[in-house]
């Protein structure tokens, strides 16, 4: 079956420490790979995203690597802030023949400290 | 574009009560998604709309809980009677399905129901 796993959190960092936070995933054919970040009260917002093997999507300073061989989508930040204190959210979407099918983690809680 | 739209954003309702919560989705997307999120349990997956047409609705809990989608512009979420174990965040959520565009879904604010 089709399945994303992530780490466990909750993760604390202090401010400017580097940040991974590990996704990898189950999927037949080739899917396409999420992540998204949930504010405090607020909605699921996409951060970056991956097509294609070897892909690297990236966003205000977050990347990650669409490996095929490892089957990983891990995120990295090389100097996190506060304000990017959140929960994150691997994910993957395949097109099957009845439409779109999304996976998400379970989430990753990111707490940045001054 | 306004984006997804949720409404209310907050309810507060008596057990035994039926609850319906609203979506619009984004112009033009023609998939939609229902999502409860609590802490125990995480994001769920309750339905999944396409073209207007229910495709997977495993998700959703049992039969106190129905969802429709009389048109392209707007779905609801019913739960009647609703119960305490129902409090939750409940989102919404579109893209545009289509085997060569990256459907990225795009999240509504999320409506918090509260059962007392």
């Known amino acids: 079956g089709n399945s994303v796993t992530q780490m466990e959190g909750p993760v604390t960092l202090s401010e400017e420490a580097f940040l991974t936070i590990n996704c990898t995933y189950t999927?037949?054919?080739?899917?396409?790979l999420f992540w998204y970040v949930q504010y405090p009260g607020e909605g699921l917002q996409l951060l970056l995203k991956a097509t294609k093997a070897d892909d690297k999507g990236s966003n205000k300073g977050f990347e990650a690597t669409y490996r095929k061989e490892t089957t990983s989508f891990h995120l990295e930040k090389g100097s996190v802030q506060v304000s990017d204190s959140a929960v994150y959210f691997c994910a993957l979407r395949r097109l099957s023949n009845t439409g779109n099918q999304f996976y998400f983690g379970t989430g990753t809680s990111l707490t940045v400290i001054p | 574009d306004a984006g997804v739209i949720q409404s209310p954003r907050h309810e507060v309702t008596e057990m035994g009560q039926e609850v319906t919560l609203r979506c619009k989705p984004i112009s033009g997307h023609n998939s939609l998604f229902w999502y409860r999120q609590t802490m125990m349990r995480g994001l769920e997956l309750l339905i999944y709309?396409?073209?207007?047409?229910?495709?997977?609705d495993s998700g959703m809990p049992e039969d106190r809980f129905s969802a429709k989608m009389p048109n392209a512009s707007f779905s609801t979420l019913k739960i009647q009677p609703s119960e305490p174990r129902d409090s939750a965040v409940y989102f919404c959520?579109?893209?545009?399905?289509?085997?060569?565009?990256?459907?990225?879904?795009?999240f509504g604010p999320g409506t918090r129901l509260t059962v007392l």
């Open positions: 959520a579109s893209s545009e399905t289509s085997a060569t565009i990256t459907d990225t879904q795009y």
């Open positions: 709309f396409n073209n207007n047409v229910p495709i997977d």
């Open positions: 999927a037949t054919g080739y899917p396409s």
